[in-house]
Protein backbone atom coordinates (compact mmCIF):
# COMPACT_ATOMS: atom_id res chain seq x y z
CA UNK A 1 0.00 0.00 0.00
CA UNK A 2 1.43 3.30 -0.97
CA UNK A 3 1.35 6.07 2.07
CA UNK A 4 2.87 8.12 4.20
CA UNK A 5 2.84 8.54 7.84
CA UNK A 6 3.70 10.72 10.30
CA UNK A 7 4.30 10.61 13.74
CA UNK A 8 6.75 12.91 16.52
CA UNK A 9 3.88 15.46 17.01
CA UNK A 10 3.20 16.66 20.61
CA UNK A 11 3.01 19.45 23.13
CA UNK A 12 5.82 20.59 23.98
CA UNK A 13 7.03 24.19 25.78
CA UNK A 14 8.57 27.30 24.30
CA UNK A 15 12.37 26.71 23.43
CA UNK A 16 11.46 22.61 22.99
CA UNK A 17 12.39 20.42 20.40
CA UNK A 18 11.09 17.26 18.80
CA UNK A 19 11.78 15.32 15.69
CA UNK A 20 8.64 14.21 13.28
CA UNK A 21 9.08 10.99 11.23
CA UNK A 22 7.20 10.52 7.81
CA UNK A 23 7.48 6.59 6.92
CA UNK A 24 7.05 5.50 3.07
CA UNK A 25 5.71 2.68 2.57
CA UNK A 26 4.49 1.02 -0.94
CA UNK A 27 7.74 3.06 -2.86
CA UNK A 28 11.33 3.91 -1.93
CA UNK A 29 12.92 7.12 -1.75
CA UNK A 30 14.60 7.43 -4.64
CA UNK A 31 14.28 10.33 -7.00
CA UNK A 32 11.36 11.93 -5.57
CA UNK A 33 11.03 15.09 -3.12
CA UNK A 34 9.67 14.83 0.28
CA UNK A 35 8.05 17.78 2.04
CA UNK A 36 7.02 18.85 4.78
CA UNK A 37 4.38 21.35 5.45
CA UNK A 38 1.90 23.08 7.93
CA UNK A 39 -1.58 24.26 8.59
CA UNK A 40 -2.67 26.08 11.48
CA UNK A 41 -6.30 26.89 12.43
CA UNK A 42 -7.86 29.56 9.71
CA UNK A 43 -4.85 29.71 7.65
CA UNK A 44 -3.16 28.23 4.63
CA UNK A 45 -1.31 24.92 4.18
CA UNK A 46 2.61 26.57 3.79
CA UNK A 47 5.78 24.59 3.04
CA UNK A 48 8.42 24.37 5.97
CA UNK A 49 11.09 22.16 4.35
CA UNK A 50 11.51 19.72 1.48
CA UNK A 51 14.36 17.19 0.70
CA UNK A 52 15.30 16.10 -2.71
CA UNK A 53 15.90 12.08 -1.92
CA UNK A 54 18.13 11.39 -5.06
CA UNK A 55 20.80 13.94 -3.70
CA UNK A 56 20.22 15.08 -0.60
CA UNK A 57 19.27 19.17 -1.42
CA UNK A 58 17.12 20.57 1.01
CA UNK A 59 15.03 23.71 1.57
CA UNK A 60 13.77 25.55 4.55
CA UNK A 61 11.12 28.25 4.67
CA UNK A 62 12.72 31.63 6.09
CA UNK A 63 11.19 31.32 9.60
CA UNK A 64 12.18 27.58 10.41
CA UNK A 65 15.93 28.44 9.02
CA UNK A 66 18.27 27.57 11.68
CA UNK A 67 15.91 25.78 13.67
CA UNK A 68 14.90 22.73 11.85
CA UNK A 69 16.30 20.25 9.96
CA UNK A 70 15.31 17.87 7.60
CA UNK A 71 17.20 14.14 6.46
CA UNK A 72 16.11 11.01 5.06
CA UNK A 73 17.29 7.67 6.04
CA UNK A 74 17.13 5.11 2.94
CA UNK A 75 17.13 1.78 5.20
CA UNK A 76 14.11 2.45 7.09
CA UNK A 77 12.49 4.44 3.93
CA UNK A 78 11.59 7.41 6.27
CA UNK A 79 12.19 11.29 6.58
CA UNK A 80 12.74 13.28 9.74
CA UNK A 81 11.90 16.81 10.35
CA UNK A 82 14.17 18.00 13.47
CA UNK A 83 12.66 20.89 15.00
CA UNK A 84 14.77 22.95 17.89
CA UNK A 85 13.98 26.13 19.59
CA UNK A 86 10.10 25.85 18.83
CA UNK A 87 7.93 28.80 19.14
CA UNK A 88 4.17 28.98 20.06
CA UNK A 89 3.86 30.35 15.82
CA UNK A 90 5.21 26.69 15.02
CA UNK A 91 1.40 24.98 16.30
CA UNK A 92 -0.05 23.62 13.79
CA UNK A 93 -0.93 20.17 12.48
CA UNK A 94 1.90 19.10 10.38
CA UNK A 95 2.31 17.02 6.98
CA UNK A 96 4.76 14.96 5.11
CA UNK A 97 3.99 14.39 1.33
CA UNK A 98 5.78 13.13 -1.55
CA UNK A 99 5.68 14.68 -5.24
CA UNK A 100 6.68 11.29 -7.13
CA UNK A 101 6.79 12.87 -11.06
CA UNK A 102 9.96 14.96 -10.18
CA UNK A 103 12.88 15.09 -7.43
CA UNK A 104 12.89 18.94 -7.26
CA UNK A 105 11.73 20.91 -4.01
CA UNK A 106 9.22 23.06 -4.42
CA UNK A 107 7.31 24.78 -1.05
CA UNK A 108 3.70 24.96 -2.88
CA UNK A 109 1.20 22.27 -2.33
CA UNK A 110 -0.03 21.04 -5.89
CA UNK A 111 2.75 19.43 -7.10
CA UNK A 112 2.78 17.15 -4.74
CA UNK A 113 0.19 13.90 -5.29
CA UNK A 114 0.57 11.93 -1.94
CA UNK A 115 0.02 13.27 1.75
CA UNK A 116 -0.19 11.49 5.07
CA UNK A 117 -3.00 12.44 7.51
CA UNK A 118 -0.71 14.85 9.62
CA UNK A 119 0.38 15.06 13.31
CA UNK A 120 -0.22 17.29 15.79
CA UNK A 121 2.44 20.02 17.11
CA UNK A 122 1.90 22.78 20.31
CA UNK A 123 3.96 24.75 21.43
CA UNK A 124 2.45 26.23 24.52
CA UNK A 125 3.76 26.88 28.00
Known amino acids: QVQLVESGGDLVQPGGSLRLSCAVSGFTLDYYAIGWFRQAPGKEREGVSC????????VYADSVKGRFTISRDYAKNTVYLQMNSLKPEDTAVYYC??????????????????WGQGTQVTVSS
Open 51 to 58: ISTNDGTT
Open 97 to 114: AARRESFMCVMTTDPYDL
